[in-house]
Protein backbone atom coordinates (compact mmCIF):
# COMPACT_ATOMS: atom_id res chain seq x y z
CA UNK A 1 0.00 0.00 0.00
CA UNK A 2 1.18 2.85 -0.97
CA UNK A 3 0.84 6.08 1.62
CA UNK A 4 2.62 9.23 -0.28
CA UNK A 5 0.16 11.50 -1.71
CA UNK A 6 2.95 13.32 -3.86
CA UNK A 7 6.54 13.27 -4.84
CA UNK A 8 9.18 14.10 -7.00
CA UNK A 9 12.03 12.44 -8.89
CA UNK A 10 14.92 14.00 -10.68
CA UNK A 11 17.50 12.93 -12.82
CA UNK A 12 20.76 14.30 -14.40
CA UNK A 13 22.53 12.77 -17.61
CA UNK A 14 26.33 13.35 -18.10
CA UNK A 15 28.27 14.47 -21.08
CA UNK A 16 30.46 11.32 -21.45
CA UNK A 17 33.23 11.21 -23.96
CA UNK A 18 33.22 9.20 -26.81
CA UNK A 19 29.56 9.63 -28.33
CA UNK A 20 28.51 6.39 -29.28
CA UNK A 21 29.07 5.10 -25.28
CA UNK A 22 27.83 8.48 -24.30
CA UNK A 23 24.88 8.75 -26.67
CA UNK A 24 23.82 5.02 -25.56
CA UNK A 25 23.12 5.45 -21.91
CA UNK A 26 21.80 8.82 -22.38
CA UNK A 27 19.23 7.42 -24.35
CA UNK A 28 18.43 4.58 -22.47
CA UNK A 29 17.80 7.26 -18.96
CA UNK A 30 15.60 9.02 -21.52
CA UNK A 31 13.68 6.30 -21.56
CA UNK A 32 13.62 5.11 -18.83
CA UNK A 33 13.04 8.75 -17.56
CA UNK A 34 9.21 8.69 -19.52
CA UNK A 35 8.83 4.96 -18.25
CA UNK A 36 8.98 5.51 -15.15
CA UNK A 37 6.92 8.79 -15.42
CA UNK A 38 4.28 6.83 -16.44
CA UNK A 39 4.26 4.14 -14.02
CA UNK A 40 4.71 6.75 -11.22
CA UNK A 41 1.60 9.03 -12.42
CA UNK A 42 -1.50 7.00 -10.80
CA UNK A 43 0.68 8.03 -7.28
CA UNK A 44 1.10 11.54 -8.16
CA UNK A 45 4.82 11.28 -8.45
CA UNK A 46 6.66 13.10 -10.98
CA UNK A 47 9.74 12.07 -13.11
CA UNK A 48 12.02 14.31 -15.11
CA UNK A 49 15.71 14.15 -15.93
CA UNK A 50 18.20 16.64 -16.71
CA UNK A 51 20.00 17.23 -19.84
CA UNK A 52 22.34 20.45 -19.53
CA UNK A 53 24.73 19.93 -21.90
CA UNK A 54 28.14 21.91 -22.11
CA UNK A 55 28.35 23.37 -18.05
CA UNK A 56 31.05 25.08 -16.95
CA UNK A 57 32.98 23.23 -14.24
CA UNK A 58 36.19 22.68 -12.94
CA UNK A 59 35.90 19.21 -14.94
CA UNK A 60 35.11 20.60 -18.49
CA UNK A 61 39.22 21.29 -19.81
CA UNK A 62 39.21 17.56 -18.81
CA UNK A 63 36.47 16.98 -21.22
CA UNK A 64 37.80 19.14 -23.97
CA UNK A 65 41.39 17.53 -23.57
CA UNK A 66 39.81 14.16 -24.52
CA UNK A 67 37.68 15.33 -27.29
CA UNK A 68 40.68 16.37 -29.48
CA UNK A 69 39.57 20.17 -29.74
CA UNK A 70 42.12 23.26 -29.96
CA UNK A 71 39.31 25.90 -27.90
CA UNK A 72 36.31 26.02 -26.25
CA UNK A 73 35.38 27.88 -28.67
CA UNK A 74 35.28 25.08 -31.18
CA UNK A 75 32.94 23.07 -28.64
CA UNK A 76 30.65 25.77 -28.41
CA UNK A 77 30.00 26.27 -32.02
CA UNK A 78 28.98 22.29 -32.32
CA UNK A 79 25.73 22.96 -29.77
CA UNK A 80 22.77 24.80 -31.20
CA UNK A 81 23.05 28.04 -28.97
CA UNK A 82 26.93 28.69 -29.38
CA UNK A 83 27.25 28.62 -25.40
CA UNK A 84 27.60 26.90 -22.54
CA UNK A 85 25.55 26.90 -18.94
CA UNK A 86 26.53 28.34 -15.74
CA UNK A 87 26.22 25.66 -12.95
CA UNK A 88 23.78 27.47 -11.21
CA UNK A 89 21.22 28.05 -14.67
CA UNK A 90 21.19 23.70 -14.58
CA UNK A 91 20.09 23.97 -10.36
CA UNK A 92 17.28 26.36 -10.98
CA UNK A 93 16.23 24.21 -13.70
CA UNK A 94 16.49 21.50 -10.98
CA UNK A 95 14.71 23.80 -8.42
CA UNK A 96 12.22 24.27 -10.60
CA UNK A 97 11.17 20.68 -11.47
CA UNK A 98 11.70 19.67 -7.80
CA UNK A 99 9.49 22.87 -6.24
CA UNK A 100 5.64 23.31 -6.39
CA UNK A 101 6.07 25.62 -9.54
CA UNK A 102 6.60 22.50 -11.77
CA UNK A 103 3.82 20.47 -10.87
CA UNK A 104 2.55 20.02 -14.15
CA UNK A 105 5.75 18.54 -15.74
CA UNK A 106 6.66 14.70 -16.05
CA UNK A 107 8.46 13.01 -18.22
CA UNK A 108 10.34 16.06 -19.37
CA UNK A 109 13.89 16.09 -20.08
CA UNK A 110 14.94 19.92 -19.08
CA UNK A 111 17.11 21.52 -20.75
CA UNK A 112 18.07 18.98 -23.32
CA UNK A 113 20.52 20.04 -25.84
CA UNK A 114 21.70 18.75 -29.07
CA UNK A 115 25.00 18.33 -30.01
CA UNK A 116 26.32 17.79 -33.54
CA UNK A 117 30.12 16.60 -32.58
CA UNK A 118 33.15 17.83 -34.31
CA UNK A 119 33.76 14.87 -36.31
CA UNK A 120 29.95 14.69 -37.39
CA UNK A 121 29.53 15.83 -41.20
Do not use: W
Not at 44 to 64: A, C, K, W, Y
Not at 102 to 119: D, I
Amino acid sequence: MTTRTAGRVAGKVAVVTGAARGMGAAHARLLMTKSVAVTCVPDNIRINSVHPGVVFTEMLDQELEGLGLDSLDDFLRATPLRRGAAPDEVSRCVLFLASGDGSFVTGAEAGRTLTKYPNDR
